[in-house]
């Protein structure tokens, strides 16, 4: 077997993100989570929830992504703002999507759909559509949809999933159905700001943070399986999984830069994995990493139109605790502001700043403070404030 440049190319240069991570690994207590609520749905009406809640790029569109490739017999609809406007609308949606899945329940999801569908209408069935009900038992039928980016969810599907959250997904007959909803940090919040769903997701909330650093060495190995670059395995492949692991400081987003950049120098010393120069791709890791950092920085506010000021307010936040209120917020980053803020000036707008680093996934509440999304952020930010990349 020869190194694999192809696969390495395909990694190295690949530009729209995949849904599914190509070396998944880890989200054990994720994983259980939805397994929990696929267990719960066989014996409830109303559809059982499930959110996960994280910064960009701590691995929630993989999560669905594995969650749908390994969860056998269940019909698994992605959804988004566009195919919710009522409730009919979703099942039109979720009616097409089983038309042109295979798996054992995606034609009894059809038939069982358009006839819900005819019954929202109030419209008698087609004898078609019985014949249909009645040769396809919905025994053993269950749906997972699947919400994305659902922070920004408008009132119309906000009105859904009260639907759903209240009844269910059919109406005298009922079949299980999770909701599996991914967003940023603030998603179970902007949810619950809904009337009638004050309750949504209730001990069925995961916030998604770092991987372990064994499961991105693990990630890292099948990939070096998989391009076979020259070099012992257990010599060199090895220290350069350890160094992705290092690089990634437990973000899915930072690991899979980490897994480019290793491609990247394999394939300048054509799969010579003996060959590279282990500062070179943590240098290409860093600078990766500062891309990233600086698009989720694009769409914060910052303090007087001053992006300094953003990056001292996210250098110092973790040196403090800052309770989780908003005021207690607006207070910290007065104080960083005014540091540097001339005195003779009036005091910029700080709210929109704070909108903006929790809308945007920069800062969220945990365990009763104010943390960035990405601990590492920190690190970067005081390195740019030090003229240090
Ligand atoms: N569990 C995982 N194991 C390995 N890599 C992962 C995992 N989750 C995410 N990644 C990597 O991180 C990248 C970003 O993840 P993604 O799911 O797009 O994040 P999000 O949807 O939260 O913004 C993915 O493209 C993938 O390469
Ligand atoms: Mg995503």
């Not at 499930?50 to 490739?69: D, N, V």
């Not at 999801?109 to 009900?133: K, N, S």
């Not at 000036?345 to 700080?350: A, K, S």
Request: contains cysteine.
């Amino acid at each position: 077997m020869t190194f694999n440049a192809d696969l390495a190319h395909q990694i190295a240069h690949e530009d729209s993100p995949r849904d599914k991570a190509r070396y998944f690994e880890g989200r054990a207590h994720e994983i259980t989570q939805f397994h929990y609520g696929l267990a719960a749905s066989e014996d409830r009406d109303q559809a059982v929830f499930r959110i996960y809640q994280g910064a960009p790029g701590c691995g929630k569109t993989s999560l669905a992504a594995h969650l749908a490739e390994t969860t056998q017999d269940v019909v698994f609809v992605k959804l988004s703002d566009r195919h919710l406007t009522d409730f009919t609308a979703m099942m039109e949606r979720i009616k097409n999507a089983a038309a042109q899945q295979d798996g054992r329940y995606a034609v009894t999801a059809m038939h069982w759909t358009a006839a819900a569908i005819e019954r929202l209408a109030g419209r008698a069935l087609a004898e078609e559509l019985q014949r249909a009900a009645q040769d396809h038992s919905t025994d053993g039928l269950r749906f997972v949809l699947h919400i994305d980016e659902a922070h920004s969810l408008g009132g119309n599907a906000l009105d859904v999933l009260k639907e759903l959250h209240v009844g269910g997904l059919g109406e005298a007959d009922q079949v299980p159905c999770v909701v599996v909803l991914t967003g940023l940090g603030h998603t179970k919040e902007q949810i619950n700001r809904h009337p009638g769903l004050t309750r949504a997701g209730d001990s069925a909330t995961v916030n998604m943070t770092a991987m372990a650093e064994r499961e991105c060495v693990d990630s890292t190995w099948r990939m070096l399986a998989e391009l076979n670059p020259d070099g012992d395995p257990s010599q060199v492949w090895r220290p350069l999984a350890n160094l992705a692991a290092e690089a990634a400081f437990g973000w899915p987003r930072h690991l899979l830069s980490a897994q480019k950049a290793i491609c990247e120098t394999l394939l300048e010393a054509h799969g010579n994995a003996l060959a590279l120069d282990h500062n070179e791709i943590n240098a290409r890791c860093a600078e990766l990493r500062a891309e990233y950092y600086e698009e989720r920085m694009k769409d914060v506010v910052a303090p007087g139109g001053d992006s300094e000021l953003a990056k001292r307010i996210i250098a110092q936040l973790p040196k403090r605790a800052v309770r989780d209120s908003d005021w207690q917020l607006d207070e910290f980053c007065e104080r960083q502001v005014r540091r540097f803020w001339p005195s003779d000036r009036p005091l910029p707008d700080i709210e929109k700043t704070r909108e903006s680093l929790k809308g945007n996934g920069i800062v969220e509440r945990k365990d009763g403070v104010w943390a960035l999304s990405i601990p590492s952020m920190a690190n970067w930010a005081a390195q740019q404030l030090q003229g240090v990349r």
